[in-house]
């Protein structure tokens, strides 16, 4: 008698998955990212995440300029083998293209956001905004949860243009309050009321 598999994996290509493998693949877990050519599956999230996506994404469609998009947990295309998904990325408004649309290319993104969990911190403070910097992404956020109050700090970033890195411009702990990319004035404590 034979065991049987409870669930087959995937085997990759030899050369990785590509972008339109991402795109294409059927049966793929929600929110499954490209990296370096290999599919990231992302775990459960904390309600830590959940509320800090709601609150900067209500807070950046409070702002934004008619412009400009807020969207959340879609799919920037960088190249033919990265495909990450921000949880909160600001694009230009003529990329929206339909309802169906499923990705951006990351030309169209002016602010990619990432709330850090503990299963992606690698990839949320590493991986991820090396990736969008050398992209050209101009503006990168990343969200962590204070250790004493756990309550959110956001630190922000502008690209170097020159060396395609990004540079730390401010953290932001009650109040996030930015002229750029757009006038932002969020109140971060506003987390212990949802």
């Known amino acids: 008698m034979t065991a049987e598999i409870a669930h087959p994996w995937p085997v990759p290509p030899q050369d990785g998955y590509t972008v339109d493998d991402l795109l294409t693949l059927p049966d793929l877990p929600p929110h499954t990212e490209l990296i ?9 999230q904390r309600d830590f995440h959940t509320l800090v996506m709601y609150l900067l994404e ?3 469609r409070a702002t934004v300029p008619a412009e400009l998009r807020v969207r959340r947990e879609m799919t920037v295309v960088i190249d033919k083998r990265n495909g990450p998904e921000p949880d909160i990325s600001v694009v230009h408004a003529d990329a929206v293209r339909s309802l169906d649309q499923t990705y951006f290319q990351v030309r169209d993104v002016l602010l990619a956001v990432e709330v850090v969990s503990p299963s992606s911190e690698a990839r949320d403070r590493d991986t991820k905004p090396h990736k969008y910097a050398a992209a050209g992404i101009p503006h990168f956020w990343r969200v962590e949860m204070a250790s004493t109050d756990l309550q959110p700090i956001v630190q922000v970033f502008e690209l170097d243009k ?3 890195t990004y540079v730390p411009t401010g ?16 109140d971060l404590t506003e987390i212990n009321q949802l």
């Open 36 to 44: 370096d050519g290999s599919l990231v599956f992302v775990s459960p």
């Open 58 to 60: 209500r807070g950046l």
């Open 162 to 164: 020159e060396s395609r």
């Open 171 to 186: 953290t932001y702990r009650d109040t996030l309050k930015l002229s750029v990319p757009f006038d932002i004035d969020i």
